[in-house]
T-cell receptor, first 113, second 113 residues
Framework: GAGVSQSPRYKVAKRGQDVALRCDPI?????LFWYQQALGQGPEFLTY????????KSGLPSDRFFAERPEGSVSTLKIQRTQQEDSAVYLC???????????FGPGTRLTVL | GDSVTQMEGPVTLSEEAFLTINCTYT??????LFWYVQYPGEGLQLLLK?????DKGSNKGFEATYRKETTSFHLEKGSVQVSDSAVYFC????????????FGSGTRLSIRP
């Protein structure tokens, strides 16, 4: 079956613009995670959903970052008034309840000019 | 809080050489331990995992043993190939599918023919 997909794969934004990044998890996966990976670093946790409920948003770096998963499937990560420090690869991962393993999407590379 | 420390790269080896990438962790409780790999131009993939002390994870000739007494999970391979060139991430998470993953900073491995 299809893996986790993300779109767009690349996004260039001018400083101050709003962006929206989409994640399509593996069908039937209850858990969905967002991570931020800065250049040359490991991914860092941003937020976690179980179905449509956002149970952990402790990793969101500021109130400019907002995530939603209204129907418990597709998720959107929105960044308002983007700043240069937001430039990174944003990774989405999903997992089922049966196995403690997260499957990662290819990521969206965001560049803020 | 929980953290992962891994050997800094880059690491350059000749084909058929023995590989070790060191990884140590700090965690409360009994985390699951992982090695993820990111090949050039590809997404993050799970390479191997171990869920309890003394477990050995293995895949594609790579091995790592969960050592609770030394809080380590070193990655080894007896004979590396050019195709093993990638970035390797050591990581940990809690026992449930709802647990976020904490990653190390990554080790870039390059194999010379």
């Amino acid at each position: 079956g299809a893996g986790v997909s993300q779109s767009p794969r690349y996004k260039v934004a001018k400083r101050g613009q709003d962006v929206a990044l989409r994640c399509d998890p593996i069908s039937g996966h209850v858990s969905l995670f967002w991570y931020q990976q800065a250049l040359g670093q490991g991914p860092e946790f941003l937020t976690y959903f179980q179905n449509e409920a956002q149970l952990d948003k402790s990793g969101l770096p500021s109130d400019r970052f907002f995530a939603e998963r209204p129907e418990g499937s597709v998720s959107t990560l929105k960044i308002q008034r983007t700043q240069q420090e937001d430039s990174a690869v944003y990774l989405c991962a999903s997992s089922s309840t049966r196995v403690n393993e997260q499957f990662f999407g290819p990521g969206t590379r965001l560049t803020v000019l | 809080g929980d953290s992962v420390t891994q050997m800094e790269g880059p690491v350059t080896l000749s084909e058929e050489a023995f590989l070790t990438i060191n990884c140590t962790y700090t965690a409360t409780g009994y985390p699951s331990l992982f090695w993820y790999v990111q090949y050039p131009g590809e997404g993050l993939q799970l390479l191997l995992k171990a869920t309890k002390a003394d477990d050995k994870g293995s895949n594609k000739g790579f091995e790592a043993t969960y050592r609770k007494e030394t809080t380590s999970f070193h990655l080894e391979k007896g004979s590396v190939q050019v195709s093993d060139s990638a970035v390797y991430f050591c990581a940990l998470s809690g026992y449930s599918s709802a647990s976020k993953i904490i990653f190390g900073s990554g080790t870039r491995l390059s194999i010379r023919p």
